[in-house]
């Protein structure tokens, strides 16, 4: 019972590492630079977009109703 036990801890620890759900920090980043930068220019990049998708999440990108002027978002005046 106490060998299987054993086993199944393992089992479960190797799973949760490989999943990454480590208690540990474990490299998030390639150690070979080429890949590496690739990949930060990635996450970069996908943070530098994140700024938008809040505003459409919001609904801020829309144009604003509170002008003394129609706005309707169609063409023309």
């Not at 505003?55 to 109703?65: A, G, I, N, T």
Request: net charge negative.
């Amino acid at each position: 019972m106490r060998k299987f036990l054993v086993a199944l801890v393992l089992t479960v620890a190797a799973v949760v590492v490989a999943e990454g759900c480590a208690p540990v920090p474990l490299p998030h980043y390639s150690a070979f630079p080429p890949k590496r930068v690739e990949e930060l220019l990635v996450d970069s990049e996908n943070m530098r977009q994140i700024g938008d998708e809040w505003q459409r999440f919001w609904f801020l990108d829309q144009p604003s109703h509170l002008t003394p002027f129609r706005t309707h978002g169609g063409l023309g005046p």
